[in-house]
């Protein structure tokens, strides 16, 4: 019998190649606005939208404010006279076709989804990360996804995971794993919310005493013996 009833899982650098898309993406829109796109705007960039990123999840930003703010500084240190805002729908559209996923998330995800109910829990725009969804190999498997837009709260809140267990129908949070690269986000979600917890680490990094996963992988077949499945033998 599988040890868990339902199997709730991060979508970037989880299951997705995030930081492949987000190079597309960027380099994308660069030549739509006829700007130079190189390695150093993509780690400019990639400063720019932790920062804001951070104050978004503070809440010191609201989400519309995040597109400008990210964009717009990105455009004043690159000098682009674009509007930031058109800058920024072109880069979102452009993300939103990028399904492509990291190395055995495919077939685990076969595997996992004819056995239980599996639900994608993102901190991002919702239709950004269902056109990625829908535009990946793991379009035709039965995968429920929770956006931090949806919900009004982003990870490490923990009523993205509860929304992600009320669309399985499931209340017995011992009977759900949430597995995930981030150990602010994911993990902590999962702590906040008495879920078990399952850290996708594979740099080895050492987790601090207060957000020690349940579990620990460094690549994603791990998880199938976590999951007490039998998966090759059916």
């Not at 982003?154 to 995971?161: C, N, Q, R, S």
């Not at 992600?164 to 129908?169: D, E, F, K, P, Q």
């Not at 399952?198 to 998880?223: F, M, T």
């Amino acid at each position: 019998m599988p040890r868990f009833d339902a199997l709730l899982i991060d979508m970037d650098r989880t299951l997705f190649d995030f930081d492949g898309a987000e190079a597309t993406a960027l380099a994308a829109a660069c030549e739509e606005c006829a700007l130079r796109y190189s390695d150093g705007v993509l780690a400019h960039y990639r400063e720019i939208n932790r920062e804001v990123w951070r104050r978004y999840d503070n809440r010191e930003i609201s989400r519309a404010e995040l597109n400008v703010e990210r964009f717009g500084r990105l455009l004043k240190a690159v000098g682009g006279a674009s509007d930031p805002a058109v800058f920024g729908g072109l880069y979102l559209k452009k993300l939103s076709s990028e399904g492509t996923l990291l190395p055995g998330a495919l077939e685990l995800m076969r595997d996992v989804c004819a056995r239980m109910p599996v639900v994608i829990i993102t901190n991002g725009d919702d239709d950004t990360q269902r056109g990625r969804l829908d535009a990946s190999l793991m379009a035709s498997l039965a995968c429920s996804m929770v956006a931090s837009d949806e919900v009004g709260a982003a990870k490490p809140d923990p009523l993205m995971i509860r929304e992600g267990m009320r669309l399985v129908g499931i209340t017995d949070v011992s009977r759900v794993i949430m597995v995930g690269d981030s150990l602010n986000d994911d993990i902590g979600a999962a702590k906040a919310a008495g879920v078990v917890s399952c850290w996708l680490n594979p740099g080895r990094k050492p987790a601090p005493d207060d957000l020690k996963p349940d579990y620990e992988i460094r690549s994603l077949p791990e998880l199938r013996e976590i999951l007490g499945l039998n998966l090759y033998n059916g």
